[in-house]
């Protein structure tokens, strides 16, 4: 069963504040969007990879993506596929899934996760082979968390050891994702989808180095930790 990889690069990335969309901000002079198709491809788990881009950036994206050098080592080459994103990250991954009807598993992998250890992804692809469902990486959350009203008072503390932060890749069964963006409701992320069809979702354990390149700061430290690394 083909194990696609869909990887939504078709925001704006306002919040970094870059005139380019985000996905193809450059980290450590690597555009993000390569950085993470390199990583899917790295992990050997991935047989194919669809990379869902704002629709001016479908060329400059298949140029970006389509020299021979994305190839994990030994491993045959991965075929890269470029399609156009959407308004919401939904339709974008919507649009990756139409892409691929063929999949037996879908990895959906945010290219603003650039820095993603390769054994993350394997360790996602691995549990979903395994027979999870539905596979996503957590982290212990670091900060107390609460929610707030419309005027930002206090309306509760839930018991910060039950939460997790979550990443990506999430991996899902193929004919589960497709079920559940036959759905249309928004979601922050694809398994919230998933439960709401009432599916348990599996959880492994997440990566620091998988975070979310959002603001500046973010954008900072991963050029950090790529100077560190390449040293
Ligand atoms: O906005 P956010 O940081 O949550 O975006 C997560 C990922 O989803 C990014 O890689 C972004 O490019 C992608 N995205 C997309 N289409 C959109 C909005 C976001 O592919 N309309």
Do not use: C, N, W
């Given at each position: 069963?083909?194990?696609?990889?869909?990887?939504?690069?078709?925001?704006?990335?306002?919040?970094l504040?870059?005139p380019?969309?985000?996905a193809?901000?450059?980290?450590?002079?690597?555009?993000?969007?390569?950085?993470?198709?390199?990583?899917l491809?790295?992990?050997?788990?991935?047989?194919r990879v669809?990379?869902v881009?704002?629709?001016?950036m479908?060329?400059?994206?298949?140029?970006?993506?389509?020299?021979?050098?994305?190839?994990?080592?030994?491993?045959?080459?991965v075929?890269?596929?470029?399609?156009?994103?959407?308004?919401?990250?939904?339709?974008?991954?919507?649009?990756?899934?139409?892409?691929?009807?063929?999949?037996?598993?879908?990895?959906v992998?945010?290219?603003?996760?650039?820095?993603?250890p390769?054994?993350?992804?394997?360790?996602?692809?691995?549990?979903?082979?395994?027979?999870?469902?539905?596979?996503?990486?957590?982290?212990?959350?670091?900060?107390?968390?609460?929610?707030?009203?419309?005027?930002?008072?206090?309306?509760?503390?839930?018991?910060?050891?039950?939460?997790?932060?979550?990443q990506?890749?999430?991996?899902?069964?193929?004919?589960?994702?497709?079920?559940?963006?036959?759905?249309?409701?928004?979601?922050?992320d694809?398994?919230?989808?998933?439960?709401r069809?009432?599916?348990?979702?599996?959880?492994?354990?997440?990566?620091?180095?998988?975070?979310?390149?959002?603001?500046?700061?973010?954008?900072?430290?991963?050029?950090?930790?790529?100077?560190?690394g390449?040293?």
């Amino acid at each position: 069963r083909p194990v696609v990889a869909l990887v939504p690069a078709a925001g704006r990335g306002v919040r970094l504040g870059e005139p380019t969309p985000k996905a193809f901000v450059p980290v450590g002079g690597i555009p993000m969007v390569r950085l993470a198709v390199d990583g899917l491809i790295a992990s050997g788990a991935v047989h194919r990879v669809v990379v869902v881009v704002p629709a001016e950036m479908v060329d400059a994206a298949s140029a970006l993506l389509s020299t021979t050098s994305l190839t994990g080592g030994s491993m045959p080459p991965v075929p890269v596929q470029v399609v156009v994103g959407g308004a919401e990250r939904t339709d974008s991954v919507r649009a990756g899934i139409a892409a691929a009807p063929d999949a037996g598993y879908y990895l959906v992998h945010d290219a603003a996760r650039a820095l993603t250890p390769p054994e993350l992804i394997a360790r996602v692809a691995t549990e979903l082979q395994a027979g999870s469902p539905a596979v996503v990486p957590a982290l212990p959350v670091v900060d107390t968390v609460k929610s707030v009203d419309d005027a930002g008072v206090v309306t509760g503390t839930p018991d910060r050891a039950r939460l997790r932060a979550i990443q990506t890749p999430q991996g899902f069964d193929a004919e589960l994702l497709r079920r559940a963006y036959a759905t249309d409701v928004g979601a922050t992320d694809d398994a919230g989808l998933v439960e709401r069809l009432g599916v348990a979702v599996h959880t492994v354990a997440g990566d620091p180095l998988a975070f979310k390149i959002t603001t500046p700061l973010d954008l900072t430290l991963a050029e950090a930790v790529l100077s560190v690394g390449g040293s």
